[in-house]
């Protein structure tokens, strides 16, 4: 049974930093491209960032280039999140997802956390 679990969200000051995990268990991480997507209240989920099963390619969405950065331990079965320069608008419930070797399609996505919120006061 394949559970993916996201821990590290908050509530933050603009322009402040939070550190996202996700944990995997029941899959080989190795072999799984893992994604973030965030979902804000009345909006569409969204692509944030995702990394290649080895970690060799990341991809990043504009709104977030530059601020975030997605990197990954295989040895721990953990896809972190680093977010800094926070600004209102990246508050949102983010959730991790795995995807056999990398994608930035949430379709192709097979396997999701619960989320962690992600809240950014002005």
């Known amino acids: 049974q394949v559970e993916l679990v996201e821990s590290g969200g908050g509530l933050v000051q603009a322009g402040g930093s939070l550190r996202l995990s996700c944990a995997a268990s029941?899959?080989?991480?190795?072999?799984?491209?893992m994604g973030w997507f965030r979902q804000a209240p009345g909006k569409e989920r969204e692509f944030v960032a995702a990394i290649s099963d080895r970690g060799g390619t990341t991809y990043y969405a504009d709104s977030v280039k530059g601020r975030c950065t997605i990197s990954r331990d295989n040895a721990k079965s953990t896809v972190y999140l680093q977010m800094n320069s926070l600004k209102p608008e990246d508050t949102a419930l983010y959730y991790c997802?795995?995807?056999?070797?990398?994608?930035?399609?949430?379709?192709?996505?097979?396997?999701w956390g619960q989320g962690t919120q992600v809240t950014v006061a002005s």
């Open positions: 029941g899959l080989t991480f190795s072999t799984y491209g």
């Open positions: 997802a795995a995807v056999p070797r990398f994608s930035v399609s949430a379709r192709a996505y097979l396997y």
